[in-house]
């Protein structure tokens, strides 16, 4: 949301009362996807601003800045968690990333273009985190990619007639 001063905020919520819990400021651009870790302390934000982007990191429930890569060339466009705590991002500059969070810093470990269209969009992990799932908005295929590394493995079969992007 944006507040009062027009500066872009994230307002967190408690889903059975509605009342506000939170409003975390410092947000530099429009927010396009918000995810939870397992434990529910870290929240991730793919922010777009400008003609770049950024991925923020915050312990929500803390009063710290938001750990923040900002080093995409496009919108951020999707992050998940892994349940061990690993964060992968898509980037609408072609590129996906994987982080982690060591202490309570946000570490970049790999960064790869995505190996099947030129604006990847949703990221999600198996159960198991061993594989990354990764679709397009501009083209009707789905990657996988490895869990750990973000080295591409095997694409999903997508049917011959598909034609729409596979957002996931």
């Not at 651009?29 to 995810?35: I, K, Q």
């Not at 083209?139 to 990619?145: K, M």
């Amino acid at each position: 949301g944006v507040s009062w001063n027009r500066l872009a905020q994230v307002y967190l919520f408690d889903r059975d009362s509605g009342r506000l819990l939170r409003r975390l400021g410092g947000v530099p651009g429009a927010v396009r996807h918000l995810s939870f870790s397992a434990d529910g302390r870290w929240l991730a934000a793919s922010i777009s601003a400008g003609t770049g982007g950024s991925l923020q990191v915050w312990d929500w429930r803390g009063n710290d800045p938001p750990q923040a890569d900002r080093d995409y060339q496009g919108p951020s466009w999707y992050s998940a968690f892994s349940r061990d705590g690993r964060i992968a991002a898509s980037g609408f500059d072609g590129r996906v990333r994987l982080y982690t969070l060591d202490g309570d810093q946000l570490r970049r470990v790999a960064v790869q273009p995505a190996p099947g269209g030129k604006t990847p969009a949703a990221v999600a992990f198996s159960p198991d985190g061993a594989r990354l799932a990764l679709g397009y908005e501009d083209t009707p295929r789905v990657d996988l990619l490895d869990g750990r590394t973000l080295a591409a493995l095997q694409p999903l079969p997508i049917p011959a007639a598909a034609t729409a992007s596979l957002n996931l």
